[in-house]
């Protein structure tokens, strides 16, 4: 069994910043990339979850262009955990936060993706 889990989301005021943590255990052998991902529901089935910061394990990074300059993602190896700071934060960010990865699990040794449960970011004033 992998667990997933996020938190550090609330309420903040546009032009502030939040610090979200997801940290990923049980019978893992390794972890790949890992990534953020913000849910539209409205959309298009194919389009409802969009992948906006991801971090391979030897922290290459790669952002949508609206986070850019804004959203920074970084990793915990050894506690696989992925941190995602995010600074100038702005009414239209705010949303579900889903954190996912891609593991290898023991003893099966196979690779699949873990889904965690999300957490809420708010701004608003």
């Known amino acids: 069994q992998v667990q997933v889990v996020e938190s550090g989301g609330g309420l903040v005021q546009p032009g502030g910043s939040l610090r979200l943590s997801c940290a990923v255990s049980g019978d893992i052998h390794s972890v790949y990339l890992m990534a953020w991902y913000r849910q539209y529901p409205g959309r298009a089935p194919q389009d409802q979850r969009e992948?906006?910061?991801?971090?391979?394990?030897?922290?290459?990074?790669d952002y949508v262009d609206s986070v850019k300059g804004r959203f920074t993602i970084s990793r915990d190896n050894s506690n696989n955990t992925i941190f995602l700071d995010m600074t100038r934060l702005k009414p239209e960010d705010t949303n579900v936060y889903l954190c996912?990865?891609?593991?290898?699990?023991?003893?099966?040794?196979?690779?699949?993706?873990?889904w965690g449960q999300g957490t809420q970011v708010s701004v608003s004033s």
């Open positions: 992948r906006i910061a991801s971090i391979t394990s030897g922290g290459r990074t």
């Open positions: 996912t990865a891609r593991a290898m699990v023991a003893p099966a040794m196979s690779a699949n993706w873990y």
